[in-house]
């Protein structure tokens, strides 16, 4: 299969903020959807699908409101990669159905991947604590800003119902995290992420 440079991709991430007004600040809840496309994964097919999420989460008098923005990262240098982020921020109002909407956005993901690649069963991604920790950290850094913020792991828990739950504690913003990280189908990673409020006197 040939190889469409202006849409390759080796990772996707994919980061929902809520806001409760356009220009406002961020509410304290946010998702990230990541994936490994490659091949002939189409940019502007998944920014059509984010777009129909606002729509499918929407209601009301006044439909779908976001924004989205898109960041493209390549290197020429040694062996090739390129990543895709698209930072999505939607109204809080229009959060009902987001899990579900996200996870068909990711099992459509997958879907394509096996398609692409006739995906060898071995490179499914491992799904344990030490791969929940990781995915739950990449997302808060995603969400702080910083990629250098010290973050320390407070607590991992027995995933339930394919759920690994993820307390982590950024010292620099005296603040703690939430993060539930689920897996989708071997092939993506879900994960909703909660910033819970600290007083900096105590513990």
Known sequence: M???????????????RLSETMMGPELDESWVLTFNPELSWNEKETREELKGIASSVGGGCCGERYILSTQRNETRWGPSAASVEFLMTVSADLTSGLLA??????????????????????????FDETSAESEAMQAVDRRTGSRSAHLTTREISTPEEGVFQVVLYADELDQEFLVEVRQIDGLAWLSRVVRVRRNSAQD
């Open 2 to 16: 040939s190889m469409d440079l202006d849409n390759y991709a080796d990772r996707v991430v994919i980061d929902v």
């Open 101 to 126: 909407a996200l996870g068909v956005l990711g099992m459509n993901a997958v879907r394509r991947i096996r398609q692409d690649q006739r995906l060898d069963p071995d490179l499914c991604l491992t």
